[in-house]
């Protein structure tokens, strides 16, 4: 089977700094993409690891480890807006998305 | 930047309605474009692959029958949800791969159209 954990929910505060985890277990791996998702939208990129280490976009970067299969998004300076849902996402073979079950953020003043 | 467009946003009708909705690639060329529905508080689960000028794959427990998908040209996909029951109310998304991206360019974010809320009545 295919599978993917994060978190449920993750609450902090303005300006904190928070880390969403994401393991993964899926037959099939090109790489792990991040989503932000905000009540009634459509998913929004944010960051894509294909190989090992650190991307930085921004306030937001992603980590890949493929030995782990493991990854985290880490969102910084947070602001009231990045109240979202954060998805992981499996890229599989033939380009199709796995997503996780999504990690609600709630940012307080 | 690539934007993809999926129309109607919001669909109210009654059961034993059928509904279409379409997806459309605005600035790309779409080989392929894929099918979610989302349920409130939970994530997104591909339903089906859409493939131009061959037959949709359709993950393991969704009814081709139920979801028809036509992929008639490199830039629209729709997807008609055939006799529509309350059950089948949900968050449809799409998504889109550009037709130049292959097994190893999966780096490319796929492009999310902006969803449709189905609800039955």
């Known amino acids: 089977g295919q599978s993917l954990e994060q978190p449920s929910e993750v609450t902090a505060v303005e300006g904190a700094i928070v880390q969403i985890n994401c393991t993964y277990q899926t037959s099939g791996f090109y790489g792990l993409s991040w989503y932000q998702q905000h009540d009634g939208g459509a998913p929004t990129f944010l960051s894509y690891n294909g190989l090992d280490g650190l991307e930085e976009t921004g306030r937001f970067s992603s980590f890949l480890s493929r030995s782990d299969s493991y990854g985290y998004l880490l969102l910084q300076e947070l602001q009231m807006k990045d109240s979202a849902s954060y998805f992981c996402a499996v890229h599989n073979q033939g380009g199709k998305l796995i997503f996780g079950q999504g990690t609600e953020l709630s940012v307080k003043p | 930047g690539a934007v993809v467009s999926q129309h109607p946003s919001r669909v109210i009708c009654k059961s034993g309605t059928s509904v279409k909705i379409e997806c459309r690639s605005l600035d790309f060329q779409a080989t392929t474009m894929f099918w979610y529905r989302q349920f409130p508080k939970q994530s997104l689960m591909l339903m089906a692959t859409?493939?131009?000028?061959?037959?949709?794959?359709?993950e393991q427990g969704v009814e081709k029958d139920k979801f028809l998908i036509n992929h008639a040209s490199l830039t629209l996909s729709t997807l008609t949800v055939t006799s529509a029951h309350p059950e089948d109310s949900s968050f449809y998304i799409c998504s889109a791969r550009p037709s130049w991206a292959g097994q190893g360019d999966s780096n490319q974010p796929q492009h999310f159209g902006d969803g449709t809320r189905l609800s039955i009545l």
């Open positions: 859409s493939n131009e000028g061959s037959k949709a794959t359709y």
